[in-house]
């Protein structure tokens, strides 16, 4: 795997045929292992079979200055030796190299790429204004991670017989955790698991045992335990760190109206309680260009999940009052929404989610509806 990223960093701005494997741009562990592993799997097959000219190259869908904030993938990567420097980043990227080149997308399919896109792996609900091209191949499923469709990819036609044991235990390994990690260690309060991610991690811990000279697994609530702790280990993030360790950012149809929804590893009560919260969330607000600025935040402890959202208006007051309305009339999911009545942070609507099930990929879709609504 190792081997594979140093050489892969040679395809970037090259004059050569390029498969970029993009994640999101959330870049979470799932988003950030799927374009890894899946890049390698592919370039693997192609090593074998030599059926296509093109190579490809896992992308890490945010500047490089930012992979600090993913404090979870640092943690995983460095226990397989993988640093900043082995990695690729968009920003590395020139703009004539990303025009001419073709794309996988991973744990998304929305992308000003999409045109170019030959296949994508996704687990959210298919958005019908994707623009897809029509020879892109689908692989979208609502399971809980999207790691449990790229190891389901890989497994279908295991690694080449000349990877090595090291390789297969990088691979199943990382695919292991971030299953894991996503399904909230199948917690059945979280439901995010399916039988799917069910299935496909215990075949990765099947293989992981099998492999020689394999190590004992790491039992699956102390490998929870770890990653999430590595998660919200933020000791060393500022707040306007805080603020991109996990944002998405949604756009109307020309681009005038953004609105910001960066997600926390720890309650957004918690986060407005910092002394430096108001003018970093202003200044977040003003480099993002953001009219609208939505906090959610998850903290998971002693095995339970609270989380709750904030809603913050700096350009759009009655687009900012749609959108509070659509989330509490919401009921597909219901995010049983319950106010904080004496938050007044910067002017805005607190709430607890009292559906913990609910997640930032639920609020999306309700959020792009209305703002897709306003007028250009």
Same mark, same amino acid.
């Given at each position: ?24 741009? #959330? ?14 799997? &592919? ?13 490809? !190259? ?8 930012? &992979? ?24 590395? /990227?020139?703009?004539? &190299? ?12 929305? #992308? ?46 295991? !690694? ?89 950012? !949604? #756009? =109307? ?13 720890? /309650? ?20 993002? =260009? ?8 998850? /903290? ?39 106010? &904080? ?36």
């Amino acid at each position: 795997m190792l081997n594979f990223l140093k050489q892969s960093r040679r395809f970037v701005n090259s004059a050569e045929p390029v498969c970029i494997v993009l994640g999101n741009e #959330s870049c979470d562990l799932d988003s950030a292992v799927c374009a890894v592993t899946l890049a390698y799997h &592919y370039q693997q097959q192609k090593v074998a079979s030599s059926h296509t000219t093109r190579n490809f !190259l896992p992308v890490l869908n945010i500047p490089r200055r930012d &992979y600090a904030l993913k404090t979870e993938v640092n943690y995983v990567f460095q226990q397989h030796a993988i640093s900043d420097e082995h990695l690729t980043f968009r920003d590395d /990227l020139q703009e004539d &190299y990303l025009t001419r080149s073709e794309f996988i997308l991973v744990d998304h399919h929305v #992308s000003p790429f999409a045109t170019h896109c030959l296949e994508v792996f996704d687990h959210r609900t298919f958005d019908e204004k994707a623009q897809l091209s029509n020879v892109c191949k689908l692989r979208i499923e609502l399971v809980g991670s999207c790691a449990t469709l790229i190891a389901e990819e890989v497994l279908k036609s295991m !690694l080449t017989p000349e990877a090595k044991d090291r390789d297969s235990e990088t691979i199943f390994t990382l695919l292991r955790s971030t299953i894991v990690l996503d399904t909230v260690n199948f917690s059945e309060s979280a439901n995010r698991a399916t039988p799917k991610d069910f299935e496909m991690c215990g075949k990765l811990e099947e293989l992981l045992s099998k492999l020689p000279n394999s190590k004992p697994l790491i039992e699956r609530t102390k490998l929870f335990d770890a990653l999430v702790a590595a998660r919200a280990d933020i000791s060393s993030l500022t707040s306007m760190q805080l603020l991109r360790k996990d944002l998405k950012i !949604l #756009s =109307n149809g020309d681009d005038s109206v953004d609105i910001a929804i960066p997600g926390f590893p720890m /309650l957004v009560q918690q986060f407005i309680e910092k002394p430096d919260a108001a003018n970093a969330v202003k200044a977040f607000a003003e480099e993002t =260009n953001s009219a609208i600025v939505i906090l959610m935040g998850m /903290l998971v402890e002693n095995g339970t999940v609270q989380r709750d959202i904030g809603l913050i208006d700096f350009k759009c007051k009655e687009l900012c009052q749609l959108i509070e309305e659509k989330l509490l009339q919401s009921t597909e999911p219901a995010l049983c929404l319950q106010h &904080y009545e004496n938050c007044h942070f910067l002017n805005g609507s607190f709430y607890k989610m009292g559906n913990i099930k609910a997640t930032r990929k639920h609020v999306l879709p309700l959020v792009k509806q209305l703002l897709d609504q306003t007028p250009k």
